[in-house]
């Protein structure tokens, strides 16, 4: 079955970075794109970018343009998504979730805490 | 970048009410549209993809309708398991924005 496992919690500094990888197994890895949406407590859902799997070509959100970078290592069937210059305003669970269009399968969070 | 925006923001209703979330875009886009159920602490989940597809394993009494800037999500009869924040995602193959969401909850 098609799955998404995510790395564990991270506490960060303001101004530090943070990288979250996300482990598909189930599926032909390099046959989807990958996008990371995270969500702050409370609040909505916000698309950060995405990565196709197969020649990793990337589209990242606006605002995060110049911060964040997502990357694939198909040898092992991982998306890492690295955040730089980490806020408060960063703080959130972070999401990776399967799909060229709409998003079928997602991982199961990871959140990451800015604090100083 | 195109903005999507849901009504109500809140909605409170009752087992078997019929309910009717709206999605509107700021601009046409087409049938690129996608509703996702998302409970407490939970992963979102997909529900319908191009803005009427129901996806698989997803109960019949969630349909999506609609082209262009509008769209609806509705369930029919709702149930004790369905109270939920659902979100509108716009896809394109290079941007994706979701809206801001909508809270069921019990009246």
């Known amino acids: 079955q098609v799955q998404l496992m995510q790395s564990g919690a991270e506490v960060k500094k303001p101004g530090a970075s943070v990288k979250v990888s996300c482990k598909a197994s189930g599926y032909t890895f390099a046959s989807y794109g990958v996008s990371w949406v995270r969500q702050a407590t409370g609040q909505g859902l916000e698309w950060m970018g995405w990565?196709?799997?197969?020649?990793?070509?990337?589209n990242y959100a606006q605002k995060l343009q110049g911060r964040v970078t997502m990357t694939t290592d198909t040898s092992t069937n991982t998306a890492y998504m690295e955040l730089r210059s980490l806020m408060s305003d960063d703080t959130a669970v972070y999401y990776c979730?399967?799909?060229?269009?709409?998003?079928?399968?997602w991982g199961q969070g990871t959140l990451v805490t800015v604090s100083s | 970048d195109i903005q999507m925006t849901q009504s109500p923001s809140t909605l409170s209703a009752s087992v078997g009410d019929r309910v009717t979330i709206t999605c509107r875009a700021s601009q046409s886009i087409s049938f690129w549209l996608a509703w996702y159920q998302q409970k407490p602490g939970k992963a979102p989940k997909l529900l319908i993809h191009?803005?009427?597809t129901l996806e698989s394993g997803v109960p019949s009494r969630f349909s999506g309708s609609g082209s262009g800037t509008e769209f609806t999500l509705t369930i029919s009869s709702l149930q004790p398991d369905d109270f939920a924040t659902y979100y509108c995602?716009?896809?394109?193959?290079?941007?994706?924005?979701f809206g801001q969401g909508t809270k069921v909850e019990i009246k």
């Open positions: 995602q716009h896809y394109n193959g290079y941007s994706w924005a």
């Open positions: 191009t803005a009427s």
């Open positions: 979730a399967r799909g060229t269009g709409s998003h079928d399968y």
């Open positions: 990565i196709s799997a197969y020649n990793g070509h990337t």
